[in-house]
């Protein structure tokens, strides 16, 4: 039984292609994991929803109710 190889060379990929994906790849993995905590169901849907209030001091805030 044969099997169907290609080597690195042969699919364009050199030693410095390759520590460039492993480190653009760690960096998506690592800022999704710290940015995982703000994506709940509860606060995008609050924030989607709602009609957002500008504050004087230019902050915003997402009032709870939905008849604004």
Sequence with gaps: MYFFLLSF???GLSLP????LVIF???FIISFF??????DTK??????YSK???KA???VEYPE???N
């Design 65 to 67: 109710s939905r008849d």
């Design 34 to 39: 710290i940015t995982s905590p703000n994506m």
């Design 9 to 11: 060379s042969e699919m």
């Design 17 to 20: 292609l390759i520590v460039i």
């Design 25 to 27: 790849g760690g960096f």
């Design 43 to 48: 606060g995008l849907l609050r924030v989607l």
């Design 52 to 54: 957002p209030v500008r």
């Design 57 to 59: 001091d230019g902050s």
